[in-house]
């Protein structure tokens, strides 16, 4: 498992439902990670789901930075974290639309609406077992991340494919959009 670079959107993997790991502290689930977090931090990305390096195995791993915040009481800053086997359970209904890119569609980003509030478990490769409740951002991330286990990709929560454009044309919009509102 040396190379494993980032696979992009028509991929086959990236469709597919990934299979659970029978021992999240196998030895090669800690590879796989360290694979993972190698290749997520030099795409300069918060999350990273196995299926990306075209390994279909539910193990996803991501962060939440302080810069991401949306305020919410449960979106607190996170370090690394890779999670095993994660599940999620939606907390009321409560939903939020928000910017979204992939490390799979490169350049590209779209408005997702997600659950604001959102429960989540799993294992992580040291064999701790997590239970967190989180929203916004946090919640965001793990949602997304998540998808990518159950072979979807953001386009594929999006309500407004209009929405979709390049990172460079989007940005420079809202740069315009900040100027006219001072
Ligand atoms: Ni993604």
Redesign the pocket.
Known sequence: MSDHPIIRAGHPVLRQIAKPVEDPTAPEIAQLVEIMERQMTEAG?V???AP?IAVSKRVVLFFVPDRRLSGLDGDYPLPLTALVNPVIEKLGDETDVDW??????PGLRGLVPRHTHIRYTGYTPEGEFIDRQVSGFHARVVQ??F??LDGV??PGRMTDLLSLGFTEEIAARMEEEAFAAE
Do not use: I, N, T, V
């Not at 979204?100 to 569609?105: A, K, N, Y």
């Open positions: 990305g999350g990273l789901a990306q979204e890119g992939c490390l799979s569609l997304h991340e998808d990518h990709l953001y």
